[in-house]
């Protein structure tokens, strides 16, 4: 995960770790090959700005220079700072309705389906909640399929209604459903389409307002960098939702948008993807996260 990053924030801060003289001038090359290394990882250029800039301000305020180590801790600097772009602390889901409501959002192949499967399964797991899926993709019958093939695998039942094409209705009678047979959690998988259009806004949006869900949780490919970022401020737009899934962050993403998306949309990453199976779903922790990528 995110190699290509770690691998040239290390050699950015190779001096600082304990290599050579630490200078001002070292101080500043340092910092602008750390701007590079995130400019290079898909970070969008203010952001990448913004952080550098951050960065040398804490630095000079903690007369970095003239510290014992200097080094180790313009590294603590860069990675609290990349910890707190990342999100800050961890923030869990909110279940607190009876049955508590999440909705999914997101553009079709980001991996709606498959996270809501692995949700339903990380949360079957913890033993007090009893999940129920709901299908609500109206226009691919091979959609329900899909979650009907999930569902079986973890064990999770799961609603939809084929002849039905009003997603609404079908999410409404899915928390009826859910209600009357002692499923505590709903999760709503919703319609996608390939990219953001004034009918899927409207569907989504149409649905958030009838079921006013606890938690609307926005799925979006780690892998599409920069993209991914403006998919999550397109929604979050209409949706104003309350968190973002990361998926795919096992394949060769560069991480930008993992980086970049709380600081544009000002909402934390909750959960990551790590592959196709059920199992790969993690809390997302900043700090760990930073641990991960500054090593
Ligand atoms: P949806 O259209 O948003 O419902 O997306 P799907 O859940 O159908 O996922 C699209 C594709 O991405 C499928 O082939 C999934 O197996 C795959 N996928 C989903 N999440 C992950 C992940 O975290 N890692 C990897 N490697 N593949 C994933």
Known sequence: MFNNLSEKLDKALHVLKGHGNITEVN????????????LDADVNFKIAKDFTNRVKEKALGANVLTTLQPGQLMVKIVKDELTELMGGDAEGINLSGNPSVILMSGLQGSG??????????YL?????????????????PAAIDQLHVVGDQIGVEVFSDRGNNDPVAISQAGIAHAKANGHNVVIIDTAGRLAVDEAMMTEISNIHKAIQPQETLFVVDSMTGQDAVNTAK??????NFDGVILTKLDGDTRGGAAISIKSVVDKPIKFIGTGE???AIDVFYPARMADRILG
């Open 234 to 239: 397109a929604f979050n737009d209409i949706l």
């Open 277 to 279: 199976k059920m199992e």
């Open 27 to 38: 101080v500043a090359e340092t910092l602008k090959e750390v701007r590079r290394a995130l």
């Open 124 to 140: 079957k797991n913890k033993k007090t909640k009893k999940p129920l899926l709901v299908a609500c993709d109206v226009y691919r």
């Open 112 to 121: 709606k389906t498959t996270f809501s499967g692995k949700l339903a399964n």
